[in-house]
């Protein structure tokens, strides 16, 4: 049996270099045969795919995707500091 730390680095090296997701900042936690995806997205289909690629990548776990999806919005005023 693989170690918990092994699977994780495997599952984010997968969520980084798959070309559905390329995402760096998703944390990913080991428990038993269950694995949890952490962090946040901007958008809920980013959300799904990593959920996706996570099982394809360690197809005997059970995922929880606790990944939260965030609202981008355009930058307001333009500050001035004088």
Same mark, same amino acid.
């Given at each position: ?17 798959? #070309? ?11 428990? #038993? ?9 901007? $958008? %809920? ?5 990593? $959920?996706? +690629?996570?099982?394809? %990548? %360690? *197809? ?9 999806? +965030?609202?981008?919005?355009? *930058? ?7």
């Amino acid at each position: 049996m693989e170690a918990p730390q092994y699977v994780a680095a495997r599952v984010q090296q997968a969520l980084a270099e798959d #070309g559905r997701t390329h995402e760096l900042g998703i944390r990913v936690d080991i428990r #038993g045969d269950q694995l949890f995806l952490r962090g946040q997205v901007s $958008g %809920a289909e980013q959300r799904e795919r990593l $959920g996706q +690629v996570a099982h394809e %990548a %360690a *197809p005997d776990l059970r995922v929880h995707n606790e990944i939260m999806v +965030v609202e981008v919005t355009e *930058p307001g005023e333009d500050e001035h500091l004088d």
